[in-house]
């Protein structure tokens, strides 16, 4: 299977400030199957985007996404005070699907 | 609105046996496969189960193969995963999750997941 590393575990930024977040794969992936996830405290998952770099419905564009092969970013360019939460990576390959271990956006 | 509601979940000692409910609004239940995705206290998330839209296949990630059985009834809009033998580290958090993978895919070239619910607790513990 494909394992999926989040980089870093934890990022202490301050509201304004830019966030690059990066999530390495251990065998290239198509860029079609890479997708970032929110998850604040206390609740579910929601899906941020898709593909890549496709924004989900509601998602602002300060979240943007890029990357190809084994190295995939997520970046949110202004973080607003609902922005800190976790993130995770997730891949889907070969009826397996499988996600990062998350990195942690909190307030500085 | 998409609504997934997991129903189900609690304290369960080890070696017992507990199922898993979903119940689905606000899409075409039929057309879209599903899964079940787990969070262990204060950790992250794993991917457990995914069954394709029909019902016809199955998927499973290797620690809950041979225990854990996915299946969904059409009919019902309703999501299930039967928990068999369980462990101390099944004990987590259950979300019943919506895939992008549609029925028009035998088997799915691209997917992810586009709908959470709000999951269901289960703890294992003696």
């Known amino acids: 299977d494909i394992v999926l590393t989040q980089s870093p575990g934890t990022l202490s930024l301050s509201p304004g400030e830019r966030a690059t977040l990066s999530c390495r794969a251990s065998q290239s992936l198509s860029s079609s199957n890479l997708a970032w996830y929110q998850q604040k405290l206390g609740q579910g998952p929601r899906l941020l985007l898709y593909g890549t770099s496709a924004r989900a419905s509601g998602v602002p564009d300060r979240f943007s996404g890029s990357g190809s092969g084994t190295d995939f970013t997520l970046t949110i360019t202004r973080l607003e005070p609902e922005d800190f939460a976790v993130y995770y990576c997730q891949q889907y390959g070969n009826s397996r699907w499988t996600f990062g271990q998350g990195t942690k956006v909190e307030i500085k | 609105e998409v609504q997934l509601l997991e129903s189900g979940g609690g304290l369960i000692q080890p070696g017992e046996s507990l199922r898993l409910s979903c119940a689905v609004s606000?899409?075409?239940?039929?057309?879209?496969?599903m899964s079940w995705v787990r969070q262990a206290p204060g950790k992250g998330l794993e991917w457990v189960s995914t069954v394709s839209p029909r019902g016809d296949s199955t998927y499973y990630t290797a620690s809950v193969e041979g225990r854990f059985i996915i299946s969904r009834d059409n009919s019902k809009n309703a999501l299930f995963l039967q928990l068999d033998s369980l462990r101390a580290e099944d004990t987590a958090i259950y979300y019943c999750?919506?895939?992008?993978?549609?029925?028009?895919?035998?088997?799915?070239?691209?997917?992810?997941?586009?709908?959470w619910g709000r999951g269901s607790l289960v703890t294992v513990s003696s």
């Open positions: 606000g899409f075409t239940f039929s057309t879209f496969a």
């Open positions: 999750v919506k895939n992008w993978w549609d029925v028009t895919m035998r088997v799915p070239v691209i997917d992810y997941f586009d709908y």
